[in-house]
């Protein structure tokens, strides 16, 4: 079975850190591309960041700019996105997507497309209050 299972989310206070993992299984992830996006209770999904299949090369949202680190280890077929410097605004359901070549860095911020992407995980809730 083709899947991405999130993990990592949780409560956490502003300024804190939190690792999320997106983790493969029934295929590999050498040659898809990941993204990280999230949603925010009444707004629409959003590209947080993605990594390459092919060179590694990265993309970040404005808003997460400096404060967030993508990356994978294609050994544990695992993408992890580490989070440091949180804020409240960051609150939100975080999932990963995988898709093949990187076609993904197209479609990243055009969230019309997003249903295109080839799979999706459930999603883990990151919360960031005091």
């Known amino acids: 079975q083709v899947q991405l299972v999130e993990s990592g989310g949780g409560l956490v206070q502003p300024g804190g850190s939190l690792r999320l993992s997106c983790a493969a299984s029934?295929?590999?992830?050498?040659?898809?591309?990941i993204g990280w996006f999230r949603q925010a209770p009444g707004k629409e999904r959003e590209g947080v960041s993605c990594i390459s299949s092919s060179d590694g090369n990265t993309y970040y949202a404005d808003s997460v700019k400096g404060r967030f680190t993508i990356s994978r280890d294609n050994a544990k077929n695992t993408v992890y996105l580490q989070m440091n410097s949180l804020k409240p605004e960051d609150t939100a359901v975080y999932s990963c997507a995988a898709d093949r070549g990187d076609r993904l860095f197209g479609l990243f911020v055009h969230p019309v497309l997003y249903k295109y992407l080839e799979v999706w995980g459930q999603g883990t809730l990151v919360t960031v209050s005091s």
């Open positions: 029934g295929f590999t992830l050498d040659y898809y591309t």
